[in-house]
């Protein structure tokens, strides 16, 4: 099994969402430009929510048409609806991502529509989609549980991921929206998703709620995945899930995938100098994440690009 993974960062979408100061385009910019020098070559930089809703995302268009002119980068952006997939298409966004949620209740908080409704939408997604380039893939929230029904079923999660693989995801991503996951749950929905959506490539976001994170990626690399969603400084969380709360922080998902001998092409050092400035412009927000406060090991092996 291949030993690349590939690490996209989301804290451009995912880790603005709790936060409460408003960043500028030229900020986002600049951390977008630093973390692409890190080796970074794929970044959910935007979410094509109505602003009305998040205003950190009323800059979404300008984000990815100025992303797009940044050389190795494929730029992807979040959408919820068939709105929101025009606007990333007119943008000229590369990849998007259409999230649903497995949990009804939360589908319904987050979007105001059933969870069924959602998935006749991605269909309604993947035909406007058909004539254009851009990639659709599809992202499962709550895939492990969910703080405002209680337990997901798996063969909800199943049905749901195997349908949308049928109809042309790209990708599926299973999400820890609540940070509900343990390793043995993932190993188990990991084990059983890769048999129902054939050659697709699965993907895995996982919120740290409760300390679980990184023991999560670990079960799903033994499942095979080999994609994970992570934000720097484990910003993150969903305005719409009571109790939600940062995403794995992507230095230190980083440095345990390069610890364990994975290719993540990514430069240790120069996420770390990133965390330093995200540090300086957000002040007055909590940063996560070990190895931002830590540093790198003494026996840790240094990549060089
Ligand atoms: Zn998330």
């Given amino acids: 099994m291949s030993n690349v993974v590939k690490i996209r960062e989301v804290g451009l979408r995912d880790g603005l969402q709790l936060i ?10 600049i ?57 990333a298409i007119e943008a000229g966004t590369k990849k998007i991502t259409f999230v649903l949620s497995a949990s009804e209740k939360h589908n319904l908080s987050n979007v105001n529509c059933t969870t069924d409704q959602s998935l006749s939408m991605f269909n309604e997604i993947i035909q406007v989609s058909k004539d254009t380039k851009i990639e659709v893939a599809a992202a499962i929230a709550t895939s492990f549980g969910c703080s405002i029904q209680g337990s997901v079923p ?109 290719n993540t092409s990514v430069n240790v050092d120069k996420l770390l100098e990133l965390r330093r400035y995200l540090t300086d412009l957000l002040p007055n927000e909590k940063l996560e994440g070990r190895l931002g406060v830590a540093g790198t090991a003494i026996n840790f092996k240094k990549k060089l690009l």
């Fill in 20 to 29: 409460k100061t408003n960043l500028s385009t030229e900020s986002k910019l």
């Fill in 154 to 262: 798996e063969i909800r999660v199943l049905e749901l991921a195997k349908e949308m693989a049928s109809k042309g995801a790209c990708e599926i991503n299973l999400a820890d929206t609540v940070g509900y996951a343990n390793p043995k749950q993932v190993k188990a929905l990991f084990g059983k998703l890769k048999n129902q959506i054939g050659n697709v490539p699965m993907a895995a976001h996982f919120h740290d709620t409760r300390g679980m994170g990184l023991a999560n990626v670990v079960a799903a690399l033994q499942e095979g995945v080999r994609r994970f969603d992570s934000t720097m400084a484990g910003l993150g969380g969903c305005p719409f899930a009571p109790g939600a709360s940062g995403n794995i922080a992507t230095e230190d998902c980083v440095y345990l995938l390069e610890s364990l001998g994975f």
């Fill in 31 to 87: 951390w977008i430009n630093k973390q692409v020098s890190a080796g970074f070559t794929e970044m959910e930089v935007t979410s094509f929510v109505p602003p009305k809703l998040l205003p950190q995302f009323s800059d979404a268009s300008e984000i990815v048409i100025k992303s797009n002119k940044i050389k190795k980068l494929k730029p992807t952006a979040l959408i919820l609806n068939i709105k929101g997939a025009i606007r």
